[in-house]
């Protein structure tokens, strides 16, 4: 008969899930994706960079399938940040579909 401990372990060693940090999710890529590409603009502007807690506080309302919307549109815009900053500013896209 084996020990407790040797059992645990193996029983440990079937289920593995990552933990902590390591952890990749979908939204995680694309959050890393935009910190990327908005921080390489914000060096050259002399900006402190955008950290992966604001930036998942900036895009917390906005579901994941609307990111890959704004990956796309941004990557195609001239100006990525400028482009990026306009589309996640409601204020703006209010505008457009008032009825006035």
């Known amino acids: 008969m ?19 940090r390591g952890k990749k999710t979908e939204r995680g890529e694309l959050m890393r994706f935009f910190v990327r590409h908005l921080n390489y603009a914000r060096a050259h502007d002399g900006l402190t960079p955008i950290t992966m807690p604001r930036m998942g506080h900036i895009l917390e309302r906005i579901p994941t399938s609307d990111l890959y919307y704004l990956q796309s549109v941004c990557s195609k815009a001239k100006n990525f940040s400028k482009r990026f900053w306009w589309e996640i500013d409601p204020k703006k896209h209010l505008e457009e579909n008032s009825f006035r």
Do not use: H, M, Q, R
């Not at 084996?2 to 902590?20: M, R």
């Open 2 to 20: 084996k020990p407790i401990g040797d059992l645990s372990a193996e029983y440990g060693k079937k289920f593995e899930v990552e933990k902590g």
